[in-house]
Nanobody, 122 residues
Framework: VQLQASGGGSVQAGDSLRLHCAASGRTFSSYPMGWFRQAPGEEREFVATISGSGDSTYYSDSVKGRFTISRDNALNILYLQMNSLKPEDTARYYC????????????????WGQGTQVTVSS
């Protein structure tokens, strides 16, 4: 499985961004997927995950109500809609594939994209 994340950028607090993760390789819809983020000097942290069908989602408390994870299995694309962005959301965002849902442990994710940078200024 190859994952290509895009859509990051530099925005102001309160703005929105939509991240994309294009997947190729194995059957996309068979696997749950997730988004993680990592700020400089920090550990990579869980953001959100979605089931293979897209029917179920799970979020970290820090983004719940502001971010929405979704997927288009026909196009093999995973999304992360980020609204009401805050400076503390600044990080490199990674998409990844796992085998179980819901899964918040990064060690359970087996394929990773290269990440896309999100910078939020106040």
């Amino acid at each position: 499985v190859q994952l290509q994340a895009s859509g990051g950028g530099s925005v102001q607090a309160g703005d929105s961004l939509r991240l994309h993760c294009a997947a190729s390789g194995r059957t996309f819809s068979s696997y749950p997927m997730g988004w993680f983020r990592q700020a400089p000097g920090e550990e990579r942290e869980f953001v959100a995950t979605i089931s293979g069908s897209g029917d179920s989602t799970y979020y970290s408390d820090s983004v719940k109500g502001r971010f929405t994870i979704s997927r288009d299995n026909a196009l093999n694309i995973l999304y992360l809609q980020m609204n009401s962005l805050k400076p503390e959301d600044t990080a490199r965002y990674y998409c990844a594939v796992t085998r179980t849902f819901p899964q918040v442990n990064m060690r359970a994710y087996v394929y990773w994209g290269q990440g896309t940078q999100v910078t939020v200024s106040s």
